[in-house]
């Protein structure tokens, strides 16, 4: 199953989205973490949700750019927990939950100095979800709402806004269900 969970900075979708997927039959649960820890900022918001999810029996798999990379990381820890316990074999689930796509999307398309084109941006992450499709039965994936401010923008950050619109609506058309949180409040739009 494929869900997106969408909303504003600060509007509770990361929360949402840990109890959500913990609340699914799961024998394995990863954390896809994207975000770069790159300033004081970003430094601090890690480890927020690192401690939002602290208990919550997540393996957290940081990958801020090529997340198809993480596949192999994912079969291997599933195999070993699926032959580790009996109450795994059982169930032998695996959920992902990728946290989150604008930051992707922003590391793909501005990587290494180099900018690459919202195309060339929406073909590689849609080509790297695919691959994540496939290798769990869940795949939960949070994306910032950052479309409703009215400004104006330079040509490229258009762009990165353009690529992450459509990757949004690419994942959504995928998605199983879409959630969008308001103020702390999931409506379920799909």
Known sequence: ??????????SGKSEFAEDYISSLKNSNKFYLATMKASDTES???IQ????????KDFVTLEHD????????????????NLHGTLESSAHGSSSILLECMSNLVANEMFREGKIISSEKCIEKISGDLKALYKTADNVVIVSNNIFEDGLKYDTVTNDYLNALGKINRIIANDADEVYEVVVGIPLKIK
């Open 48 to 55: 927020r949700h690192r401690n939002l999810r602290k208990d």
């Open 65 to 80: 750019v090529d997340i198809k990379n993480s596949v192999s990381e994912i079969i291997k820890i599933s195999d070993n």
């Open 1 to 10: 199953m494929i869900t997106l969970i969408y909303g504003g900075s600060s």
């Open 43 to 45: 430094i601090a918001r």
